[in-house]
């Protein structure tokens, strides 16, 4: 079984300044992993995705996230936060079988602060 | 394109009716998962429909069931509701090819009140 760890609920920062938030993994074959931001009353929007090649993956918004399978970690980062990132922040873990499926973390709010 | 669509956006049922909720994916996916999502549990995959069959299920009783249809319209209905039913239901779209299967792509969900 696959699962994931969100550290936390909720990260403060303050505007410009660096954001990590962490994400652990565990899964018994090489997984698909993914970040996905939601907004107050929306629905999920992938950030980013990582299957195979690189494993510095580059996101929208300026996000980006990398995997470390050492640490069977994929933490999403942002040089410098914006107001407008202030949103509940998802990591989701499935594998390439033909009946995987998405398996998320709790998710983490993240605030920006002015 | 057009995203995702949901409908209804809200509904509030009483313990003991039935549910039926709505999604229309993008045009050309052919496959749609269905996501419950509420402050204690959170995400959790309720199922998944590829061509009008089911290919995946998540663990959750049977008053849970859904159904795809040729036009790959998917709709999931919850019988004998619960007040523990209460949740924000998402749907989500995706090719459905290898490799980019799991690129899902989320509706606005339809918030379910149980009272």
């Known amino acids: 079984a696959q699962s994931v760890t969100q550290l936390g609920s909720h990260v403060s920062v303050s505007e410009g300044a660096l954001v990590l938030l962490r994400c652990n993994y565990s899964s018994s074959v090489p997984p698909y992993l993914f970040w996905y931001v939601q907004y107050p009353n929306q629905g999920l929007q992938l950030l980013l995705k990582y299957t195979t090649g690189a494993t510095l993956v580059k996101g929208i918004n300026g996000f980006e996230a990398e995997f470390k399978k050492s640490e069977t970690s994929f933490h999403l980062t942002k040089p410098s936060a914006h107001m407008s990132d202030a949103a509940e922040y998802f990591c989701a873990v499935s594998d390439a079988g033909a009946n995987s499926k998405l398996t998320f973390g709790k998710g983490i709010t993240l605030s920006v602060r002015p | 394109k057009a995203g995702v669509t949901q409908t209804p956006r809200y509904l509030i049922k009483t313990r003991g009716q039935q549910v039926t909720l709505s999604c229309s994916p993008i045009?050309?996916?052919?496959?749609v998962s269905w996501y419950q999502q509420t402050p204690g549990q959170g995400l959790q995959f309720l199922f998944e429909?590829?061509?009008?069959?089911?290919?995946n299920k998540g663990n959750f009783p049977g008053r849970f069931s859904g159904r795809q249809f040729s036009n790959s319209r998917s709709e999931m209905n919850v019988s004998t509701l619960e007040l523990g039913d209460s949740a924000l239901y998402l749907c989500?779209?995706?090719?459905?090819?290898?490799?980019?299967?799991?690129?899902?792509?989320f509706g606005p969900g339809t918030r379910l009140t149980v009272t």
């Open positions: 429909y590829f061509s009008e069959t089911q290919r």
């Open positions: 989500a779209s995706s090719p459905g090819g290898a490799g980019l299967r799991y690129e899902q792509y």
């Open positions: 045009s050309g996916h052919r496959s």
